[in-house]
């Protein structure tokens, strides 16, 4: 079984803007908590993702690579709006934070993800990281897409 094991944090600064981001568009035929399925195209490759429920920083993930046209015609099956972001990639030390700043309805966005090797593992966290997000399911990729970030002041009040 495939395991991700990831933390996400909020950025605090541009500090981590070096290189050239990635197009990514994605969006979910099952936005389910307990189990998400994600098509997503990065630029021309094309993705299918099946995610368990997550526990912690930790959760199954299954992916595999799909052709591009079938991914653009199951984009449109999707529930919700997609999710459009531009990925950034930092590396710090062993390891390579990914960025994904959002636009359309997540536009204002900005979450850092780290993956690790095991849930304990130790993580020097760079200048430009802010407050730990892992286990609010708000910024979720799948429950943007059912709730957007630039819909949230409406509904928090």
Known sequence: MGIEIERKFLVKNDAWR????????????????????RVRIAETKAMITVKGITTGPSRAEYEYPIPLEDAQNMLKLCKGPLIEKHRWFYRA???????????????????AEIELDHEDQNVDLPDWVGREVTDDNRYFNSSLSVTPFTTWAKVLG
């Open 18 to 37: 070096t290189g050239t981001p990635t197009l990514y568009v994605q969006g979910y035929l099952n936005p389910d908590k307990n189990r998400t399925v």
């Open 93 to 111: 030390g062993d390891l390579t934070w990914e960025i994904d700043e959002f636009f359309g309805p997540n536009a204002g966005l900005i979450v």
